[in-house]
């Protein structure tokens, strides 16, 4: 089992930016694929970014792509989501989630955007921005 926990959201004006972390515990999650959603109220879950397990992959949504940054720590068993420029429509919880279930990365470079692709999800933080 993974525990996933999410840190780093708050309240920001438009153009600020943001780091959020997702610490992992339970066991290591070098070999996992990550992946970063989030929620905006009224709408469903979506897909804003991934790395894959040794970090040499990552994938963006086009909403982020240019803002965003997905990172990880394999030795601190964490995966960070750097966010510059921050928009009033970056505003939902955003989630981390762990793929255990990926250990190639061609089929994994095909689901890595839906959220059944991943087995284990962190509680969300939230992030808000002002406009």
């Known amino acids: 089992q993974v525990q996933l926990v999410e840190s780093g959201g708050g309240l920001v004006q438009a153009g600020e930016s943001l780091r959020l972390s997702c610490a992992a515990s339970g066991r290591s999650i070098s070999s996992y694929a990550m992946g970063w959603f989030r929620q905006a109220p009224g709408k469903e879950r979506e897909f804003v970014g991934a790395?894959?397990?040794?970090?040499?992959?990552?994938y963006y949504a086009d909403s982020v792509k240019g803002r965003f940054t997905i990172s990880r720590d394999n030795a601190k068993n964490t995966v960070y989501l750097q966010m510059n420029s921050l928009k009033f429509e970056d505003t939902a919880v955003y989630y981390c989630?762990?793929?255990?279930?990926?250990?190639?990365?061609?089929?994994?470079?095909?689901?890595?955007?839906?959220?059944?692709?991943?087995?284990?999800w962190g509680q969300g933080t939230q992030v808000t921005v002002s406009s």
């Open positions: 790395i894959s397990w040794g970090g040499g992959t990552t």
């Open positions: 989630a762990a793929d255990s279930g990926d250990s190639d990365i061609r089929s994994w470079s095909r689901t890595y955007y839906y959220t059944a692709t991943y087995d284990y």
